[in-house]
């Protein structure tokens, strides 16, 4: 069963008399349960793409569909209700909340969602005794290696439990120890049913995906 839909996705920016282009006629289909790897050179619309597959982005035309849901004809209020529900998003650089605590960032996805506090309590919980970071609760992420940040990161994405984890460079700032960890966990939200759409340069982070689909100037190339 499809996850994400897309049929003809485009963007373009306009540019002195014309446009530049940066998506062109994007036509894929990823299934539920898939492990995706985007790869292509710098500047060929990578984190453009996630960032319009993660509803950050609204200027584009096309047709987007998330779950049988046309996110195309939805308004921006209807699309975050639908990112909140479906994706957990992990950033190169973390974007972790600087003045908060790793349990307080695991806490913000929850209470976005309304989820009571007992419950969330649990959650958050049982998400850093997952991931191995319990000891970590109560530090400020300047605290923490990178590579843990990131660990932080990636339980902040899965914590609210999404169907979809996109992922834009999640170890393009890790050590390939640190990074391996990273793949690690990703292969096993995936053999949970997490659907993972990863961006990286690294062959071996790669090989962690069932399927590599390649940018080249915006154009989509699948092998
Ligand atoms: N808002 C924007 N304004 C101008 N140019 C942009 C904007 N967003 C992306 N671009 C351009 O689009 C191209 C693709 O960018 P990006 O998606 O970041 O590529 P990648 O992640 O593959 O390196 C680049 O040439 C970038 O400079
Ligand atoms: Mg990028």
Redesign the pocket.
């Given at each position: 069963m499809s996850l994400i839909t897309l049929a003809n996705l485009e963007k373009s920016?306009p540019s002195g008399n014309g446009r530049?282009w940066?998506l062109r006629d994007i036509t894929l289909d990823i299934a539920e349960g898939e492990f995706v790897t985007v790869m292509?050179p710098?500047?060929?619309?990578?984190?453009?793409?996630l960032g319009i597959l993660g509803m950050l982005d609204h200027e584009w035309t096309g047709e987007y569909r998330l779950v049988g849901e046309a996110v195309h004809t939805l308004k921006p209020k209807q699309r975050i209700a639908l990112n909140k529900r479906h994706i957990g998003f992990v950033f190169q650089q973390y974007h972790l909340l600087d003045d908060l605590t790793v349990y307080e960032n695991l806490d913000i996805p929850l209470s976005y969602r309304d989820v009571p506090k007992r419950e969330r309590e649990g959650i958050v919980a049982d998400v850093l005794d997952r991931f191995g970071i319990v000891a970590k609760k109560d530090l400020y992420p300047a605290q923490l290696s990178g590579g843990q940040q990131q660990l932080v990161g990636v339980a902040r994405a899965v914590v609210a439990n999404p169907k979809l984890i996109l992922a834009d460079e999640p170890t393009g700032s890790l050590h390939s120890e640190q990074a391996r960890r990273i793949m690690e966990l990703f292969r096993e939200l995936n053999q949970g049913g997490t659907t993972i759409i990863q961006?990286t340069h690294s062959e071996e982070c790669a090989s962690y995906g069932h399927r590599i689909i390649q940018?080249f100037d915006g154009w989509l190339r699948q092998p």
């Open positions: 920016i530049l940066i292509g710098s500047g060929a619309g990578k984190s453009t793409l961006v940018l």
